[in-house]
């Protein structure tokens, strides 16, 4: 049966214009991982698990990501620096390339799904150049049945060769040799020129968060999300650094996914994915138990450094920062199967606020709910080096602007509906700073930022009484089970009042100028989300 789907393969590769290729189809995880180390394209760790090098690129590359400007893209895209256009006689002028490159050559393909959500299921076929770039493909995507793989026909094609760099980049539209381009006419992710696997994960994403909004009405999520077992959903946004993974892994609660959801008409929350691509930079078993005991035959580590041992060493950065792993979601113990559940209750903003004036817990109304979700907020921490001792505030559209193709008041428009509708309370919690910035305050304890969500996941916060913060009109509860009244309120918590004040206002002041850019498309409700405070003269009549 496998040599006749072999060859049925190899017959249709034709149509995509790769000629005389051996192709390997749906390979199993052992075997792409034997041909990677028998090749010595990577290596295996002291417990079996590869481990890969990315080569150039340890990251994405957003200023080398481009989206076909045609008749479908060309009114709905936001374009700009992070939605960069491409003429589509340019991307088929580098799909020949490619293909030219492929032709001749060794490849793998592979037939997935994205969207766990069965009447969302979206087809996707993988050509790579790499057999480990294959292996991510296994693990980052719903995997089929051999039933569903028969007549197997593609929605999106994912064309990957990383060996491919362009000559003449300025001839074709792009800044440099490496490029990754999504085409929604012809439904092709175009990648060359990089072996980062998250070039494929986020080409998909990125694709899904034109396509689900605008032909679906599903409003797609950078987010994790979890349910309860009284089957009530929750939904946690946030960049990184902000606990994303860390929180939504709760031993009380089925883990649905970590990292891209889409939201339905019928309120359901489904994963696009079917596993995790989890940062492992100072992994350990006591702090992200889950993600640790994942580490094992089948995931796929990158960019780390060996011990001695042959085990590997989570300490060190050498490579990069962003060293990683992918695993197929059934790694992970605590699952929700089917990958999707209904009923959201409660939807967290997480932000990591290095400045430190933030409430740990407040409650959002609609329009601060989307104010704050089209800002996406968070602080990147100073570096080590001396004199720098000033956060950086970081601001990021619904939390994933580098794959929104759309302006980011329309995913803002649809989570405020899609809240009211389903009745769900918003919440933004601050996993940063208390009692003053970074180098003077403390990071607030991960135990208690655990006992917030844990109460409002009881219901404990809907009765009691809250204040509303003169700066940024957040209201704060007075009472919460399991953490100390006094820091709730961040002002209580700071010495100086006055340098509070100070403090709060500037970043208040961040938040109105990064709002700038949306406010000619932003409803008046979402407009009056933002700090109640800009400039210092208006500050006697809020105090």
């Given at each position: ?286 702090k992200e138990p889950d993600i640790f005991r994942a580490v094992r035959p089948g995931a796929m ?55 430190g004036v933030l409430p740990p817990v407040s409650k959002l109304t609609p329009g601060q709910a ?174």
């Open positions: 049966m496998e040599d006749l789907a072999t060859m049925e393969a190899h017959a249709s590769l034709e149509q995509y214009g790769l000629k005389n290729v051996t192709v390997h189809w749906n390979l199993s995880p052992e075997k792409l991982q034997q041909i990677t180390v028998e090749n010595n394209m990577g290596k295996e760790t002291a417990n079996g698990t590869l481990a890969i090098n990315t080569g150039k690129f340890t990251g994405r590359s957003p200023q080398d990501r481009f989206i076909v400007k045609d008749s479908y893209t060309e009114k709905k895209v936001w374009w700009g620096k992070t939605n960069k256009p491409i003429s589509t006689e340019n991307f088929n002028k580098l799909k020949h390339e490619v293909n030219q490159y492929l032709s001749g050559k060794e490849l793998y393909a592979r037939d997935a799904f994205a969207c766990a959500e069965p009447e969302f299921k979206t087809k996707i076929r993988a050509i790579t150049e790499l057999p480990w770039s294959n292996l991510f493909v296994y693990n980052m995507f719903l995997r089929p049945s051999e039933k569903e793989l028969q007549n197997f026909e593609e929605d999106w094609l994912i064309l990957c060769a990383p060996g491919y760099v362009s000559p003449n980049p300025e001839a074709y539209g792009i800044r440099q040799g490496n490029f990754s381009i999504i085409n929604f006419s012809q439904r092709i992710a175009l990648i060359g020129g990089s072996a980062y696997t998250g070039e494929m994960k986020k080409g998909i994403f990125s694709a899904l968060n034109l396509i689900l909004p605008v032909e679906r009405n599903v409003l797609p999520m950078h987010c994790s999300a979890n349910v309860g077992k009284k089957g009530d959903t929750a939904i946690f946004f946030g960049l990184s650094g902000t606990g994303k993974t860390t929180l939504s892994a709760d031993p009380e609660r089925k883990l649905i996914g970590d990292d891209e959801h889409g939201w339905t008409e019928d309120n359901v929350i489904f994963n696009f994915e079917g596993g995790c691509y989890a940062k492992v930079i100072d992994l350990s078993e006591e580590l990158e960019n780390v450094v060996f011990k001695d041992n042959g085990e590997v060493d989570y300490l060190d950065s050498t490579i990069t920062q962003n060293t990683r792993v992918s695993y197929p979601i059934y790694h992970i113990d605590n699952i929700q199967e089917t990958l999707y559940a209904n009923n959201p209750k409660n939807i967290f903003f997480l932000t990591c606020d290095a400045f989307a104010y704050h979700f089209i800002s996406g907020y968070t602080a990147k921490v100073a570096g080590t080096e001396a004199g720098i001792t000033e956060p950086v505030p970081s601001f990021s559209a619904c939390f994933g602007e580098p794959f929104m193709p759309l302006h980011p008041t329309i995913y803002g428009e649809m989570l405020s509906k899609k809240m009211q509708e389903a009745g769900v309370n918003v919440w933004l919690i601050n996993t940063g700073w208390s009692a003053g910035p970074y180098g003077v305050g403390s990071r607030i304890k991960l135990k208690y930022t655990r006992s917030m969500i844990t109460a409002i996941l009881n219901g404990d916060l809907d009765e009691v009484d809250y204040e509303q913060n003169p700066i940024f009109g957040l209201f704060m509860p007075k009472y919460c089970p399991g953490v100390p009244s006094e820091i709730l309120d961040p002002m209580n918590t700071w010495l100086q009042k006055g340098a509070y004040i100070g403090k709060a206002i500037q970043l208040a002041h961040s938040f109105h100028l990064n709002f700038e850019k949306f406010t000619n498309q932003a409803s008046q409700q979402i407009m009056e989300g933002g700090p109640l405070i800009d400039e210092h003269h208006h500050l006697e009549e809020h105090i």
